[in-house]
């Protein structure tokens, strides 16, 4: 199984204070069982780092390089995938969609994959199957 990793899922499986951190960390270890391949693009690390280092500091950062993001294939945002993410951003109707969920929409369509593992409505209101299915 091929699974999109967002943000919100990572910060929330890293930070035991996050809301959805017990959720979070089940769902890790169950996907981590299931061999499952992790996906995500260089626009979810750089919002990710940001937040680990504006958070948590320097030391989160670290960890989460060493540790965790070697499990993880990253796809890079192109060009093409950029403008089409922008495009998306400015065009929806919604405020709150940033570029970093429209290039993650985008990566998604472009490698066909529909599983997400995240704590963000915006992807199941893509069409995306949410992990951990959320109501």
Not at 20 to 45: G, K
Not at 47 to 62: C, D, S, W
Not at 119 to 130: H, K, N, T
Request: proline residues 2%; charged residues 20%; glycine residues 2%.
């Amino acid at each position: 199984m091929t699974v999109f990793v967002d943000t919100s899922a990572i910060l929330a499986v890293l930070n035991e204070n996050d809301l959805f951190h017990p959720q979070a960390r089940e769902n890790w270890i169950d996907l981590n069982q299931r061999e499952t391949i992790f996906i995500t693009n260089n626009y979810v690390l750089l919002e990710t780092y940001a937040l680990l280092q504006n958070r948590f500091g320097k030391a989160a950062v670290i960890l989460f390089n060493t540790n965790i993001l070697p499990i993880f294939n990253v796809s890079w945002v192109s060009e093409e995938l950029h403008s089409r993410a922008l495009s998306a951003m400015l065009a929806a109707d919604s405020g709150h969609l940033s570029l970093v969920d429209c290039s993650c929409f985008e990566t998604m369509r472009e490698t066909s994959i529909d599983q997400v593992f995240t704590f963000d409505q915006d992807f199941a209101r893509q069409g995306f199957v949410l992990i951990p299915e959320q109501t």
